[in-house]
């Protein structure tokens, strides 16, 4: 009897298999080195110029030029006019100087002013000469009201009537040989402008007064008086009608002064001609 012997063979995997990757949180330095080294290396974003507009209009380029050249002016005028008046009001500093009592009496009055009738405008000088003291009303409208008015019997019975003062010094330009007027607050600043001597064409150049810095000029009462308008009530100063009747009958005495002197100088200094002779003319 034979023997069976039965081996068993036990096959063992000899594949082995590949060990798993073992994965390790990043250091801080190689964090950082990454963050740098992607900034340097990004690509930086094309930067867009504005588009430019060409302008193809001949009628608006010509526009565009005589605004440019419209604005360059006014601030070249500006700054001359900036160097000019800086000069001039350091200059007249130095060459203004207190006046004397003859000469600045004639500032002593009462005035009319054409942009408040009826409202007083007074001068006082004082006896030196050298100072003045306004007394003077106004009429105070509504809040921010921007209407010049007067002192009229309508206005102070609507709105209320205030009286007000100031003080301030009298002197002489001697460059221009004039008298000024100065309160000293930039404002009321003014010369004494006798009448027929400015060459402005501002208003009121044929009476006495104080044309101010605005250009508003102050007339010597005696001379104006009030007229109203029939049409819209309002009212203006005008040349007082006395004043322009003196004028007026100035002139026509001259007028016939000077009639009389051609008539006596060709009757009496001109020879006569003889009349002719005749049988018919008795001597």
Same mark, same amino acid.
């Given at each position: 009897?034979?023997?069976?012997?039965?081996?068993?063979?036990?096959?063992?995997?000899?594949?082995?298999?590949?060990?798993?990757?073992?994965?390790?949180?990043?250091?801080?330095?190689?964090?950082?080195?990454?963050?740098?080294?992607?900034?340097?290396?990004?690509?930086?974003? +094309?930067?867009?110029?504005?588009?430019?507009?060409?302008?193809?209009?001949?009628?608006?380029?010509?526009?565009?030029?005589?605004?440019?050249?419209?604005?360059?002016?006014?601030?070249?005028?500006?700054?001359?006019?900036?160097?000019?008046?800086?000069?001039?009001?350091?200059?007249?500093?130095?060459?203004?100087?207190?006046?004397?009592?003859?000469?600045?009496?004639?500032?002593?009055?009462?005035?009319?002013?054409?942009?408040? +009738?009826?409202?007083?405008?007074?001068?006082?000088?004082?006896?030196?000469?050298?100072?003045?003291?306004?007394?003077?009303?106004?009429?105070?409208?509504?809040?921010?009201?921007?209407?010049?008015?007067?002192?009229?019997?309508?206005?102070?019975?609507?709105?209320?009537?205030?009286?007000?003062?100031?003080?301030?010094?009298?002197?002489?330009?001697?460059?221009?040989?004039?008298?000024?007027?100065?309160?000293?607050?930039?404002?009321?600043?003014?010369?004494?402008? +006798?009448?027929?001597?400015?060459?402005?064409?501002?208003?009121?150049?044929?009476?006495?007064?104080?044309?101010?810095?605005?250009?508003?000029?102050?007339?010597?009462?005696?001379?104006?008086?009030?007229?109203?308008?029939?049409?819209?009530?309002?009212?203006?100063?005008?040349?007082?009608?006395?004043?322009?009747?003196?004028?007026?009958?100035?002139?026509?005495?001259?007028?016939?002064?000077?009639?009389?002197?051609?008539?006596?100088?060709?009757?009496?200094?001109? +020879?006569?001609?003889?009349?002719?002779?005749?049988?018919?003319?008795?001597?």
């Amino acid at each position: 009897t034979t023997a069976t012997t039965t081996t068993t063979v036990v096959l063992q995997d000899t594949t082995t298999s590949a060990p798993s990757p073992v994965v390790m949180a990043p250091s801080e330095e190689a964090i950082t080195l990454a963050a740098t080294t992607s900034e340097a290396e990004a690509p930086a974003a +094309p930067s867009i110029a504005p588009p430019t507009v060409v302008n193809t209009s001949p009628v608006i380029a010509a526009q565009q030029d005589t605004a440019k050249t419209t604005a360059n002016a006014l601030q070249e005028q500006q700054k001359a006019l900036a160097s000019t008046s800086s000069s001039s009001s350091s200059s007249s500093s130095y060459d203004m100087i207190l006046t004397s009592a003859p000469r600045a009496a004639v500032l002593s009055t009462e005035y009319a002013d054409p942009l408040h +009738p009826y409202c007083r405008r007074r001068i006082e000088v004082a006896s030196s000469g050298k100072t003045f003291r306004y007394i003077g009303t106004s009429v105070v409208g509504p809040k921010d009201d921007s209407v010049l008015r007067g002192c009229s019997p309508e206005e102070q019975q609507k709105f209320k009537l205030k009286s007000g003062e100031f003080k301030g010094q009298i002197l002489l330009n001697p460059n221009e040989n004039t008298l000024v007027v100065s309160a000293g607050d930039g404002i009321h600043e003014g010369v004494w402008e +006798p009448k027929n001597t400015a060459r402005t064409k501002l208003g009121y150049e044929d009476l006495d007064g104080i044309r101010w810095q605005d250009g508003n000029k102050w007339v010597v009462q005696s001379q104006a008086s009030v007229q109203r308008n029939g049409k819209d009530g309002s009212y203006r100063v005008v040349k007082r009608r006395e004043e322009v009747a003196l004028q007026q009958g100035v002139f026509g005495a001259y007028v016939a002064c000077s009639m009389v002197a051609a008539a006596v100088f060709y009757t009496v200094i001109v +020879p006569q001609p003889k009349p002719p002779t005749s049988p018919f003319y008795e001597d």
